[in-house]
């Protein structure tokens, strides 16, 4: 009986971090002309030299966009980014997650019974 409550006290903690830690957002590609104006809004940034950065908008104008991150704020030109992505919630990605890892707990429940003898 003890073995089977911390076998389960193990699969709801492991079921609570899978929760936690999903992926709930993805990255969607803008055009660089078509960004609406929105502060605290996260991008990344693809440069020609394949270099990434991500931030949150400060600002953006004709030929730059300005970028807050850990490393402080920097400015990119139009003509150094290969490809603009915004971030955005998903919500297919977050029911996706939850029913994944809910069916998972479920199999391995069905598992500890049928192996526990019950």
């Known amino acids: 009986m003890f073995l089977y409550l911390n076998f389960m006290k193990k699969i709801i903690f492991l079921l609570l971090t899978s929760i936690l830690f999903q992926s709930c957002s993805s990255y969607q590609s803008v055009d660089f002309n078509n960004i609406v104006i929105e502060k605290k809004r996260k991008f990344e940034i693809e440069k020609i030299d394949s270099s990434k950065l991500k931030g949150r908008l400060v600002s953006k104008n004709e030929n730059s966009i300005v970028l807050e991150n850990n490393k402080g704020i920097q400015t990119i030109q139009k003509s150094e980014i290969q490809e603009l992505k915004?971030?955005?919630?998903?919500?297919?990605?977050?029911?996706?997650?939850?029913?994944?890892?809910?069916?998972l707990l479920l199999i391995g429940a069905v598992a500890v019974i049928l192996l526990g003898g019950g």
Request: charged share 15%.
């Open 86 to 103: 915004v971030k955005k919630f998903s919500i297919l990605k977050t029911a996706t997650g939850a029913l994944g890892t809910y069916f």
